[in-house]
Each structure stands twice: as C-alpha cells, then as structure tokens.
C-alpha cells in the first residue's frame, strides 16, 4: 500500500472527537482523492503533514520544540519523505529525529487534525499562501530517555501540559484530547 492509500485509509476509518475535527476529516479525504500528489511538500498550496505530541507516561509532561523557523513552541513533526509507509510511520520518524528519543511509543490511531497556513513555505504560482493538513499522533516517551535538540529547533524542552509556554487553542485541544486518549 502507498503512503496516499494509507493515509486516506487512515482518514476514512478515523472518528474524528468533534464536528470541527469530522469536518476537517473529510477536507483532508478529498484533498488527497483530488490530487495523487497530495503527500508531498511540493503539492500546492496544500499538502498533508504528520506530527506527534509525545508525552511522558503520567501524560503531565508534553516534549514540544521551539521551531526555528517560525519561533513558536509546537508538537514535533512534518512533511512526509518518499521512504515513509505510512502516515502513522511519518509522524514517528519526524518525532524521532526531532527529539533524539528513541523507542516511542505510537498510538496508530491519530488524535488531531490541524489546518493552518504556513507563510515560510511560500505560495502557489497563483499566491495562495501554502497550507499543511496536518495529521497529529500521540507517543509516550521512555521513562529516563534523553532528548536532543535538532537543526530544526532553537530548542527541546518537556512542559507541563496544564502550563504550554504558547497556550493556543489547537494545541491545548491537542493536548487535552492527548491525555484524554491515556486514560
């Protein structure tokens, strides 16, 4: 099965938590039914990324890194590369490399979705501003592990998840339908 296939294999089974979820549930689906190339970073103006909130085993901590690129704290992740299989493998390996943990624990089960314009990822030749469709997965990190900051970060850090450093809606949504998911 292809990365497409399985994503919208992903999408189509997901029930998503709320109606605005379900609706970005089905913009998603027909995003990659309408365009084959829908995985990847070069699709425009909107393409599909994968990213994990990893959190410690308590579900009190969230590990979120400081983007480089655009100066805010976020979840780890994003875009797919042409070795992934599949979109749950995506989110893993964009969390592995931008943390340094290895041995995450994946949900396979996505937690979030999140659509939002990324202004340094330029435009379609028409000037539509890119959008990344952004499947969200949940990982608990290893008891004692130790993180790295990447090239992609100005930092790494573990957070309480009742204290997120830029409290946004999607992420403390994200946050709580994480811990949520735990139980």
Do not use: N
């Not at 994503?7 to 379900?22: C, I, K, N, S």
């Not at 379609?124 to 990447?150: C, F, Q």
């Amino acid at each position: 099965m292809s990365l497409h296939a399985d994503a919208l294999a992903v999408l189509d089974g997901w029930r998503a938590p709320t109606h605005d979820q379900e609706r970005l549930r089905q913009r998603y689906a027909e995003h990659l039914r309408a365009r084959p190339d829908g995985m990847w970073r070069e699709c425009r103006p909107d393409h599909v990324t994968a990213s994990t909130i990893v959190v410690d085993a308590t579900g009190e901590r969230v590990l979120l890194t400081l983007h480089a690129k655009a100066r805010r704290w976020f979840q780890l992740g994003g875009h797919c590369e042409s070795g992934d299989r599949t979109l749950a493998g995506a989110a893993r390996r964009e969390a592995t490399e931008e943390s340094g943990l290895a041995g995450l624990t994946l949900d396979p089960v996505p937690v979030q979705l999140s659509e939002h314009e990324v202004p340094f990822c330029g435009a379609d030749p028409s000037g539509r501003p890119v959008h990344h469709l952004d499947v969200r997965y949940l990982a608990i990190a290893p008891d004692g592990a130790e993180h790295a900051v990447s090239v992609e970060s100005l930092d790494l850090r573990w957070w309480p998840a009742a204290a997120l450093p830029d409290p946004e809606a999607d992420l403390v949504e994200l946050v709580a339908l994480a811990r949520a998911r735990l139980g």
